[in-house]
């Protein structure tokens, strides 16, 4: 009955390698988010989704192309795999866009070697 | 522009004293104020939350947070720590702007037998 999971936990891949994470939530909730954790624990937002819809999207590199087919389903591909991709993605989840108690998925961690 | 900081790195408390982690802010107008914890290896989970009402907050796990909006502050406080307690504290605020949060630099906890 986990809330939100995100598909691999771990992924090891070379530079230049295409990529993607899972993201589910089974909670109902309309909003969905991906954030990236670096090395030093900061965490900052990717991209917000609300009903499928793309709310936010950061200064993130255009390699990174989330998709959501419905609103329980938030993805993540990855393009072109870079040394400093590497560090841990969460997906989230909430009810609404006031930032609300926000569920988070037990993150993917990426490496890059 | 909004923001908020964690102005300790870590903060180390001995079992069954009490604890503080610092958290000040910076918002246009009226702060939506938030703390999440993060144990090892895991993804964030809510604490507690101060919207409006009662400068005192109480939220899971015995924790609670003071509002102070003459310090703008917003201190995440336990009466009697656990070992358990060790991980990592983050301090939110809401950007009013496009309702996403705003998040400090984390603070480890340390609690020592």
């Known amino acids: 009955d986990t809330a939100v999971s995100q598909t691999p936990k771990y992924l090891v891949t070379q530079m230049g390698n295409d990529k993607s994470i899972k993201c589910e939530q089974n909670?109902?909730?309309?909003?969905m988010y991906w954030y990236k954790q670096d090395s030093k624990k900061f965490l900052k937002i990717m991209f917000s989704y609300n009903n499928k819809e793309l709310i936010i999207n950061e200064t993130v590199p255009n390699r990174f192309s989330p998709k959501s087919p419905d609103k329980a389903h938030l993805n993540l591909h990855i393009n072109s795999l870079e040394l400093g991709d590497s560090a841990v993605y969460f997906c989230?989840?909430?009810?609404?866009?006031?930032?609300?108690?926000?569920?988070f998925g037990p993150g993917t961690r990426l490496t890059v070697t | 522009a909004q923001s908020v900081a964690q102005p300790e790195d870590q903060v180390n408390v001995a079992e069954g004293n009490p604890l503080t982690v610092k958290c000040t802010y910076s918002?246009?107008?009226?702060?939506?104020l938030f703390w999440y914890v993060q144990y090892p290896n895991r993804g964030l989970q809510f604490l507690l939350k101060y919207i409006t009402g009662d400068n005192l907050v109480k939220g899971s796990y015995g924790f609670e947070a003071e509002f102070n909006k003459s310090q703008t502050s917003f201190h995440l406080k336990k009466p009697s720590a656990l070992v358990s307690d060790s991980a990592l504290y983050f301090c939110?605020?809401?950007?009013?702007?496009?309702?996403?949060?705003?998040w400090g630099a984390g603070t480890k906890l340390i609690i020592k037998p």
């Open positions: 918002v246009s107008g009226n702060p939506y």
């Open positions: 939110a605020v809401r950007d009013d702007s496009n309702y996403q949060l705003i």
């Open positions: 989230a989840s909430s009810q609404g866009l006031a930032g609300f108690s926000i569920f």
């Open positions: 909670l109902g909730h309309d909003t």
